[in-house]
Each structure stands twice: as C-alpha cells, then as structure tokens.
C-alpha cells in the first residue's frame, strides 16, 4: 500500500488548484484565518468527491456477490474462480480514492470548527470501511492513508477486524454529536440528503444499527443496543424514499455518468451484460412477481431449435433454457391447473439465461439473453405478456436512461433487518411488518424505475395483495422462527437485486435463505470472504501474516455459520 506524496487523487489536486491562493496554508487545508473565507470549498469538494467516488469501489464486486448468492450466473464468481489477483483493483481503489478524501476531510475538521463535515465524513467513513471489512476481514485502518503524511508510511500495519468495528460504532456516536452541534460552517455539497442535517443524524444511527445488526451473534449486548435504536424510532424509516441513503447515477454519457449496468446492456446498442440465473428468473415467473417487468427485460421471442447445430450450440446446459425445459412448463402450469400457449412459448423463449454455475463456453447470445429492466439499472421495462413475438427486439441502438440507482440503506432494507431482530429475539409482531416491507419493496421499485422509463407499468394492487398473500401463507406455515426466517430472507433475497453485497454478508451470517441453488459446476468452496490482493502481498511486509488466510475456509469475525456447500 504505497501511496506516496503525490498520490491524492487527480481530482482533490484539481480542487486544490481551482480554490487555491497560491499560499502553503491553502494546500495544508489550514484555512480557517483566510479572509476571503473560503474555507467551505474544499469541505465541500472532499465530501463531493468521497460521494461520487467510493459507491464506484464496491459496484464491481456488487455483481460478484450477486453470483455468490445465486441471482446472477457470470461465470466467475458463482463458480468461485477467486484468486489472490481477483481483487486487487477494489483494495487500490478502495484505499487511493473517495476514502482518501474522506481522510483528509476527518483531518482537515479535526479543530471541531466545522461538526458538520465532520459528521458527515465519519458516517460515511464508518459505513464504507464496514463493508470493506465485511469482504476482506483485517486490513490496514489506524495507520492507513498516511502515505503523504510527514513521516509517510507507506506499509501500515493491518487492525484485527473486531477492532475496526469497535471504533466504527465509536465513530457513529462521534458523528451524532457532532450533528447535535453549532456548525459556524454550513454543509455543503452533498449530493445524498441535500445538506440536511436531520437525514444525515438519521443516517449516523443507522448505520449504527447496521453495525450492531451484522454483529449481533458474537456481541452479547446487541440485542439491547438494537432494541434501543428501534425504540428510538430514530433510524431510516420514512416510506416515501426521502431517507434512503442511496446513489443516483445521471444520464450523462459524458463524462459517464450512468449505471454500471445500463452501460453493459444499453449504452453501445449492443448487450454485454452478464446472465441472470435460472432460478432468480423461474421463481420470478413462478411467484408472479409484479416487479417482473422492472427488473427483467427480454430480448427475443424466438425459440431456439436443438435439431439445428447453430441453434443447439446456443442453447443454455444444465435445462436452463425455460422455453424448452419440461420441468419449467409443469411448475408454472400443468401443476396450477393451467394449459400454455403458443403466447406462453412467446414469453418465455425471451428468459434467457443460465443456472448457477455454469462454467461452458459463451456463445455469441448477447442478443439473446435477458437483460436488466429499468430498476435499477436505468434501462427499459420489459414488453407486456401480450406484445406481438416480431415487436421483441434485442438493443440494437442505444436506448433507455441509465439514470438507475445503488441502494446502499434504504428504509426497506432496515425492515428487513428489524424483522430478523424479531424474530431471533421474539420481539413484537413480525407478519403485519412482513407484510409492509414486501409492498414498499414494490413501491421503491417501481418509484425509481419509472424515474428511468416512465412507461413502465403501474403494479397491480391486486397482484400485489395476490403475492402478499402468498408469501405470508407461506410464512405462517413455518413451524419456527427460524424457518419463518428463512421465509423472510429469501424475500428479502427478492427485494435487495440491486445490492448483492448486502445479500451476501446477510447471508454469510444466517446461511438464509436455504432455497438457493447449488452451483451445476464449482472450483471451490461457497466465498466466506474475498481472498486478499497479491499486490498488497508484494508491497506491504505487514500483509505477509495473512498470506495463508483462505477465502473458502477462514470466515470474517462475525460469521458463526461457516456455510459450506
């Protein structure tokens, strides 16, 4: 981890150059006798960039997670081909960029002149570097981004990650405080709450509650601590999303401001997005989730010929092709009294993908495979039932916004946690919040992506009571609460698609829900952590303790369940 003097990122020297006086003060940050005043510029340009810029660190590992968790089929991650390279630019990233903004705003703030900022960046300090270690375990902390301090260190030492969530939790009660303060500096440039100091107090306790929620099977007072922020009422709640903590991404194309995946699927009017598995898509179908057509969007209608060699070389293995898949046909009809239709065969010909797995070659079925809808991508919704098989058309032109998001915690998601506090705990009356949070899962989703294609469909109130009132039969039918657990997070499973890391770290912690799919083919063990970077093994002689942690054997701290396939 050598960062040298000179490695600020490109745009804080950019900032430093546009706001500077040309004196040694204004480079220090030590500003605050200007007369000028611009101290607030450069607060405001650190947090703008720690905001745009670190989301970015962990979208990429978004969607391996997503492959680690079954929803998607990439044909890296859900295999777990990992290795000591495979995350080498996410550790660079993670440590040269928006967190090293946010390190020199903590320092620049450290006079207790501006609570604010300060409040600010230690939220976000305390939920970025939670995730980090969540995928990596120990890493370099206390004396991290002190390469270009006086006496640089260039090879910090790694903290044990128990430690790191101690002062992370620290760091959300400092920043609460600092929030309940008289700030002679206003917050600006925050792109997240519009600088309103209530949301971000808000924000502060729960990411708290996230800390202790991820936790709580190896801290012996977090049922307490939880039980007291619920009963405090003051976390991320309010329904219509104006508290979700989140990361909108524009329509710009330059600079490219769009979601990762609009860009894979839409942006070059060709699909380059990976597959989406077998099972995420047949229990989409099978559910009759209303939120279908905003997350998955199909590209064909034609059904391929397995009598025809280019056809058949085409076709998904492992039966994952549902158009021709008998299996498929009983689940979603004969075995519900109903007889398809050629109609039927028109629809699901364009659900294509793979099943978990699937380590075979690609073929060229870019045009073919089922892409992302407008959430949260920012693309298009999908064709109704009854479109026309010759209207089904692959991206041939660049469509859609790409103006989707990358829910990091929103009011949903804290549902989901408070009904796993219920239930451990048995707390309260987890079925009528089971069923809140499956209909504000449909109203965020189709919220956001009628924001990036307003002709999607309005959900049906009555699908929705129709799927409510299935998944709480099915929940009433479970003879524990662990098993009305595993109700829970496998809808849960449903709702977060948009964020596979909080997926995978739920599901490294409960090893819920249990309905997932094995993987057809594998190199390894299920992920318990990502496996540490080579480049960090070569440039830090600190990181030589952990060149034998495995990633499929040695869990992360919190991790009591150990799942292995």
Known sequence: MKFKKYLFTGFLMSVFLFAGTGCKKMLDLDINQNPNDPTSAPFR???TSA???????FQGVNEDALGYVGILANQGSDAFDLNNSSYNGLWNSFYSGGMKDLDELLKATANGESPHFRGAAQTLKAYFFSMFVDLFGDVPYSEAFKGNAGEA??????DAAKDIYEDLLKLTDSAKANFAKTSAIALSGDIYYANSITKWSTLANTVKLYLLIKTRQVRPSAQAEIGAIFTSGNYIKASSGSE??????????????????????????TNNFTYFSKQFMLEILDNEDPRQPYY???????????????????IPAYNAYLVLDPATYNRLYFNKGKTPTKQDSIFLAGFFGRVRGDRTGVPLDGSLRAIPGSYPGGGLCDYSYSEAAANIKAITTIVGSGNGVFPMITSNMVQWWQLEYMLAYNVGDPSTLFEAAIRQSFAYVQRHGMESDPLCPVLSSTAITAYVNLWLARYNAAS????KL???????????????????????RTALPSTIDLPANRLRQFALRLPYPQVEFNLNPNAAQYINVIFDRDAIFWDIKKFKF
Do not use: C
């Not at 998955?296 to 085409?314: E, F, H, M």
């Not at 829970?488 to 739920?506: D, P």
């Open 486 to 508: 595993n109700v829970v997070l496998k809808q849960a499973w449903f709702s977060n698609m948009a964020n596979g890391i909080e997926i995978y770290t739920t599901f490294r």
């Open 45 to 47: 340009l650190l947090l």
């Open 153 to 158: 260190n260039f090879t910090p030492k790694f």
């Open 480 to 483: 524990s609460n662990e098993n």
């Open 296 to 314: 998955i969007r199909r590209q064909t209608a034609t059904k391929l010929d397995p009598a025809n060699p280019s056809d058949r070389g085409t």
């Open 244 to 269: 979700d903590f989140q990361f909108k991404y524009n329509k710009l194309s330059s600079p490219e401001g769009r979601h990762p995946w609009y860009q894979a699927a839409y942006a070059r009017g």
């Open 51 to 57: 905001e745009l810029n670190v989301p970015a660190v």
